[in-house]
């Protein structure tokens, strides 16, 4: 990515994530690779997950916010996680942030980003909160990268029709700009414009080709570090959430 400086979290969203619970939402492919990570014995408090573009947007969303917690909930990451557990990321700061996975669900691959998957995911998402212990009726912050954002977006924007609701507000950064639509193949559903929708933070990267329309996104698989929002070092935060 150019170093086009990135936009702040206009205040408001700085101000629920000093008062809410963050759910944090799973990227495509992460329950794989989180499955993968756990058999290696990854996430305990001696040996942190790591490397996570969701957690980190969460992350950089809390600690610009000023806030002291350092509890996350995570929703999407598969199977292999154990909702009973308590788990550890690590900052690039080194800092120890406490991983509670809502549930056992995963989220959509790679190469189904459609509508029917975002209506899908942001249904069980949905689901997954109401009987999360701890959430309870409070609204929340959601948070997420990628497909993360996709789910957010969605919910926050067209969940409602089907009668679908995600208590609280969503931050979806670098998100896709279009879905698959199988009943018109032709026609793209269309996501969110970058921009402030009041509950919904949306950003994308201007070389991010994941958030552009038309066949932009193949060029991710030329170049996966054009669609990398990781924090690259402990003076930076995610791009679309620091202002940095």
């Not at 969110?192 to 994941?210: F, K, M, T």
């Not at 669609?227 to 679309?240: A, E, L």
Request: aromatic share 10%; net charge positive.
């Amino acid at each position: 990515m150019t170093s086009q400086p990135s936009p702040r979290l206009p205040a408001r969203f700085v101000a629920w994530a000093r008062e809410r619970d963050i759910v944090v939402i799973a990227g495509a492919n992460q329950a794989r690779k989180y499955r993968r990570r756990i058999q290696l014995g990854r996430g305990t408090r001696e040996r942190p997950f790591e490397g996570t573009q969701s957690i980190e947007a969460a992350i950089s969303t809390r600690e610009l916010s000023g806030a002291n917690s350092r509890l996350l909930f995570a929703w999407g990451y598969g199977a292999a996680v154990n909702p009973a557990r308590e788990y550890f990321y690590r900052t690039a700061a080194g800092h120890l942030y406490e991983l509670r996975f809502v549930n056992r669900d995963g989220t959509g691959n790679a190469f189904n980003y459609s509508v029917p998957a975002a209506r899908d995911d942001a249904a069980r998402l949905a689901r997954a909160v109401s009987a999360c212990t701890g959430l309870g009726d409070r609204p929340l912050l959601f948070v997420g990268c990628s497909w993360g954002a996709a789910v957010i977006d969605y919910g926050l924007t067209h969940a409602a029709r089907q009668g679908l609701v995600l208590p609280g507000a969503g931050i979806a950064i670098g998100g896709p700009r279009q879905l698959f639509a199988p009943s018109s193949p032709l026609r793209p559903f269309l996501l969110s414009d970058n921009g402030d929708y009041d509950n919904l933070w949306v950003q994308r990267h201007p070389d991010d080709p994941i958030g552009q329309g038309g066949i932009a996104p193949l060029r991710y698989f030329l170049n996966t570090r054009l669609h990398d929002y990781r924090i690259q070092s402990p003076d930076t935060g995610v791009w679309g959430i620091s202002g940095r």
